[in-house]
């Protein structure tokens, strides 16, 4: 067994934000342990541009972006296994991991970031009637075969979920030659982005049906058509609203989930919220040493952000390798108060005395609304926000001293977090 | 003529029509701030876009990830995306090389955005 100081599990943005971070907080006994045959992750087929707007000031596209923080692993000489598949990890922090070129490999690490990140919602998971036939797919799926295998899902194609996946493949499938027939959503707002919807949909004229879900999937081999109806207020489709397509490609943009498989061997408590590990202001998971960011411990909508957290996460597992973090101390937690969803983190450390960033997502779309953050009956923050959406990650920043005001360090004391109307 | 549009400045999303008479704007309406009149005007006047697509390499099934280097005009995408079809490029391919200059006559340069050995 190799005893190691930090093991980075994944090598998409959130493992190279958080490796690069770790580096230049001085941390130099690491490895990135990576299942496909090349770092870059999710960003690799995602060649559309829009990212990077925050971290560089321009807009890059996925394949960039993720070539930025790789060069920066190459230049800090960090090393990196590709093609490596971690398939145990232990509270004891014992980490198994299998590739071809090394067989199976077993690690002691002292610290383990968390960054796997998430796959796609299933048909399976959606309860939709209708054949098993071929022609049905996640929208990231059609994005892996037409950007990097350059191989054509469909024709004639219906999208079902208005996330921005969706959105970005309605426009792909479009250029590359297929008719996008229409974007079907659930909801009675969109999931995506609102650039997406302009620059994927309104762009190309293609219709966005909100309230309205697919109810019946025909083809016996190959897809050969669907039929949608609009729903009511329970979301149950009502009979009459029915609209039939022939087309031969399904999209689903469903939705994601954190992919935590690992996390849970290595006995790390996961939010029913967010589907992602447990984690305080320094993204320690409720294991020591083990700490989580980017997709894999709540979904994004900006990779801009996955790599601001994670390089927090960098930075919190070198100062915990130097001893530098104090895993003694108190912390009180964090809670979702009306309206507030998916909410990171769950708890802040009592001896936190640097600005502590909190993120959630809001239950449904208001306008006008407030959102304030209370420790006790003191209020810490109040911002005024015209509209929210569910769509859209709220971020707010309490001030680095506000730990050590009394109402925080009192007995039970605990961070609410809530939207006023 | 009224043009229906949706602002993408911020999340807001503002519905915004303006009416338009002899190819100018004579009235915005449905904007909360000077980002979606902005947006309007640029959109009505010129609306432009970044295009991203895919070019064959040779000897590859694999194709390789572009961009126009700077926004071109809406209207132009399907030309562009027809030119690139002719395209077909030499390994090995850097970020930022050129792989069509000049596309379509809009003085933007067509790059890779991957790195491809």
Same mark, same amino acid.
């Given at each position: 067994?190799?005893?190691?100081?930090?093991l980075i599990?994944g090598?998409g943005?959130?493992g190279l934000?958080?490796?690069a971070?770790?580096?230049e907080?001085?941390?130099?006994?690491?490895l990135?342990?990576e299942?496909e045959?090349?770092?870059?992750g999710?960003?690799?087929?995602c060649i559309h541009?829009?990212?990077?707007?925050?971290?560089f000031?321009?807009e890059?596209t996925g394949?960039?972006y993720a070539q930025?923080?790789i060069?920066?692993?190459?230049?800090?000489g960090i090393?990196?296994?590709?093609?490596?598949?971690?398939i145990e990890?232990?509270?004891e922090k014992?980490v198994?991991c299998?590739?071809?070129?090394?067989?199976?490999?077993?690690f002691s690490?002292?610290?383990?970031?968390?960054?796997?990140?998430?796959?796609?919602?299933p048909r399976?998971?959606?309860?939709t009637?209708?054949?098993?036939?071929a022609?049905?797919?996640t929208?990231?799926?059609a994005?892996k075969f037409v950007n990097?295998?350059?191989?054509?899902?469909?024709?004639?194609v219906?999208?079902?979920?208005?996330?921005?996946?969706g959105?970005?493949?309605?426009?792909?499938?479009?250029?590359?030659?297929?008719?996008?027939?229409?974007c079907?959503?659930?909801?009675?707002y969109?999931?995506?982005?609102?650039?997406?919807i302009?620059q994927c949909?309104d762009? $190309?004229?293609?219709p966005?049906?909100l309230s309205?879900t697919?109810?019946?999937?025909e083809g016996?081999e190959?897809?050969?058509g669907?039929t949608i109806a609009?729903?009511?207020?329970?979301?149950?489709?009502i009979?009459?609203?029915?609209?039939?397509f022939?087309?031969?490609t399904l999209l689903?943009?469903?939705?994601?989930?954190p992919?935590n498989e690992?996390?849970e061997m290595?006995g790390?408590?996961l939010s029913?919220?967010?589907s992602?590990a447990?984690?305080?202001?320094?993204?320690?998971?409720?294991?020591e040493?083990i $700490?989580?960011?980017?997709n894999?411990?709540?979904?994004?909508?900006?990779?801009d $952000?996955?790599?601001?957290e994670?390089?927090?996460a960098?930075?919190?597992?070198?100062?915990?390798?130097?001893g530098r973090?104090?895993?003694?101390?108190?912390?009180?937690p964090?809670?979702?108060g009306?309206?507030?969803?998916?909410?990171?983190p769950q708890?802040?450390s009592q001896?936190?005395?640097?600005?502590?960033?909190?993120?959630f997502r809001?239950?449904?779309v208001?306008?006008?609304?407030?959102?304030?953050?209370?420790?006790?009956?003191?209020?810490?923050l109040?911002?005024?926000?015209?509209?929210?959406?569910?769509?859209e990650?709220?971020?707010?920043t309490?001030p680095?001293?506000f730990?050590?005001?009394?109402?925080?360090?009192?007995?039970?004391?605990e961070v609410?977090?809530?939207v006023l109307? | 003529?009224t043009?229906?549009?949706?602002?993408?400045?911020?999340?807001?999303g503002?519905?915004?029509?303006?009416?338009?008479?002899?190819g100018k704007?004579?009235k915005?309406e449905?904007n909360s701030c000077?980002?979606?009149?902005?947006?309007a005007?640029?959109?009505?006047?010129?609306?432009k876009?970044m295009v991203?697509?895919?070019v064959?390499?040779?000897?590859a099934?694999?194709?390789?990830c572009?961009?126009?280097r700077e926004?071109?005009?809406k209207r132009?995408?399907f030309?562009c995306?027809r030119?690139?079809?002719?395209?077909?490029v030499?390994?090995?391919?850097h970020?930022?090389?050129?792989?069509?200059?000049n596309?379509?006559?809009?003085?933007?340069?067509v790059?890779?955005t991957?790195e491809?050995?």
């Amino acid at each position: 067994m190799k005893q190691i100081d930090l093991l980075i599990i994944g090598g998409g943005p959130a493992g190279l934000a958080a490796a690069a971070a770790a580096y230049e907080s001085g941390c130099r006994d690491m490895l990135i342990l990576e299942r496909e045959e090349t770092l870059g992750g999710i960003l690799k087929q995602c060649i559309h541009n829009g990212f990077g707007l925050h971290t560089f000031k321009e807009e890059l596209t996925g394949p960039e972006y993720a070539q930025r923080y790789i060069d920066k692993i190459l230049e800090y000489g960090i090393p990196y296994q590709t093609g490596a598949m971690v398939i145990e990890i232990t509270p004891e922090k014992t980490v198994t991991c299998v590739s071809r070129e090394k067989g199976l490999e077993q690690f002691s690490a002292r610290a383990i970031i968390l960054a796997m990140g998430c796959r796609e919602r299933p048909r399976g998971s959606l309860g939709t009637p209708g054949w098993r036939c071929a022609g049905v797919y996640t929208a990231g799926t059609a994005q892996k075969f037409v950007n990097l295998q350059g191989l054509m899902p469909g024709k004639r194609v219906v999208i079902l979920g208005s996330g921005d996946i969706g959105l970005i493949m309605a426009r792909r499938m479009t250029f590359s030659g297929a008719e996008v027939l229409g974007c079907v959503e659930l909801m009675p707002y969109s999931a995506g982005l609102k650039r997406n919807i302009v620059q994927c949909l309104d762009d $190309f004229d293609i219709p966005l049906y909100l309230s309205h879900t697919v109810i019946d999937i025909e083809g016996k081999e190959r897809l050969s058509g669907v039929t949608i109806a609009k729903v009511d207020g329970d979301l149950k489709p009502i009979p009459g609203t029915e609209i039939h397509f022939d087309c031969d490609t399904l999209l689903l943009s469903v939705g994601l989930i954190p992919e935590n498989e690992l996390s849970e061997m290595a006995g790390v408590k996961l939010s029913p919220a967010t589907s992602g590990a447990i984690v305080d202001d320094r993204l320690m998971t409720s294991v020591e040493g083990i $700490f989580s960011c980017g997709n894999v411990l709540h979904v994004h909508d900006l990779v801009d $952000f996955v790599s601001q957290e994670s390089a927090r996460a960098g930075e919190n597992a070198a100062a915990y390798l130097e001893g530098r973090l104090d895993i003694c101390a108190q912390r009180i937690p964090v809670v979702a108060g009306s309206g507030v969803n998916a909410l990171v983190p769950q708890y802040i450390s009592q001896s936190a005395n640097c600005p502590t960033t909190i993120m959630f997502r809001p239950r449904a779309v208001r306008k006008n609304a407030v959102v304030r953050v209370c420790v006790g009956d003191e209020e810490l923050l109040r911002k005024k926000y015209r509209v929210l959406a569910p769509g859209e990650m709220v971020t707010m920043t309490l001030p680095a001293d506000f730990m050590q005001r009394q109402a925080a360090q009192a007995q039970g004391a605990e961070v609410l977090v809530e939207v006023l109307e | 003529m009224t043009r229906e549009l949706t602002c993408i400045g911020c999340p807001m999303g503002c519905r915004i029509s303006a009416e338009i008479q002899d190819g100018k704007i004579i009235k915005i309406e449905g904007n909360s701030c000077n980002v979606g009149k902005k947006y309007a005007e640029e959109e009505l006047s010129c609306p432009k876009r970044m295009v991203t697509a895919l070019v064959q390499v040779q000897g590859a099934r694999e194709p390789l990830c572009v961009k126009t280097r700077e926004p071109i005009e809406k209207r132009l995408i399907f030309d562009c995306l027809r030119e690139l079809e002719k395209v077909s490029v030499v390994r090995p391919v850097h970020i930022g090389q050129i792989v069509l200059k000049n596309v379509c006559g809009t003085g933007v340069d067509v790059v890779a955005t991957r790195e491809y050995d």
